[in-house]
């Protein structure tokens, strides 16, 4: 099993930067990507970004260069540095982990205000 607790979300202006973290822990020898997802109000979750453990990211189109992922080199924690923000980024965002289940966190709330 892995444990996901993700952290960083708050309240911002439009424009704005946000830093959300995602610890793994358990068994995360397993894990093999991990990365985001969202969901707004009255929406469906969506891919944010992921990276496979030691490969190259990738992100969704709405990203447009905004965000980056990254990870430390333990492997254990995983970060997406969310930049220029804007209202259509507001939801819930969750942290995931493949390995070789699928894994989720419960999520942490990210609001921009215009």
């Known amino acids: 099993q892995v444990q996901l607790v993700e952290s960083g979300g708050g309240l911002v202006q439009a424009g704005g930067s946000l830093r959300l973290s995602c610890a793994a822990s358990?068994?995360?020898?397993?894990?093999?990507?991990m990365g985001w997802f969202r969901q707004a109000p009255g929406k469906q979750r969506e891919f944010v970004a992921a990276?496979?453990?030691?490969?190259?990211?990738n992100y969704a189109d709405f990203v447009k260069g905004r965000f980056t992922i990254s990870r430390d080199s333990a492997k254990s924690t995983v970060f997406l540095q969310m930049n220029s923000l804007e209202p259509e980024d507001t939801g819930v965002y969750y942290c995931?982990?493949?390995?070789?289940?699928?894994?989720w966190g419960e999520g942490t709330q990210v609001t921009i205000s215009s």
């Open positions: 358990g068994s995360i020898f397993r894990i093999t990507r």
């Open positions: 995931w982990a493949f390995g070789p289940s699928n894994y």
């Open positions: 990276m496979p453990i030691g490969g190259t990211p």
